[in-house]
């Protein structure tokens, strides 16, 4: 079972950066995507983004273009996901998982993110 553990949230004032990190024990052969998500308090888990381990493409949710990156090292099964330029609206639980092609099958618990005005 491939296990997924996120790290890095915490209190950030608005306009401040942070650095989430997202680690996986393993990197079976079907997996090849790494995806970002969160969820705020009384709303749906909303996807953020993601990164293809094979070709490095990455995908945004509009919300988070030009402010969130997502970065792979292969070598370490770990993604980044750094979040600058954050608003109050950031604030959420933040949840990394891996996929194939069947879909997102490995979660991690998630790690909260407060950006305060």
């Known amino acids: 079972q491939v296990q997924v553990v996120e790290s890095g949230g915490g209190l950030v004032r608005a306009g401040g950066s942070l650095r989430l990190s997202c680690a996986a024990s393993?990197?079976?052969?079907?997996?090849?995507?790494m995806g970002w998500f969160r969820q705020a308090p009384g709303k749906e888990r909303e996807f953020v983004g993601s990164?293809?381990?094979?070709?490095?493409?990455?995908y945004y949710a509009d919300s988070v273009k030009g402010r969130f990156t997502i970065s792979g090292d292969n070598g370490k099964n770990t993604v980044y996901l750094q979040m600058n330029s954050l608003k109050p609206e950031d604030t959420a639980v933040y949840y990394c998982?891996?996929?194939?092609?069947?879909?997102?099958?490995?979660w991690g618990q998630g790690t909260r993110v407060t950006v305060s005005t």
């Open positions: 998982a891996a996929g194939d092609h069947g879909g997102y099958r490995y």
């Open positions: 393993e990197r079976t052969f079907s997996m090849y995507v």
């Open positions: 990164v293809n381990w094979n070709s490095g493409s990455t």
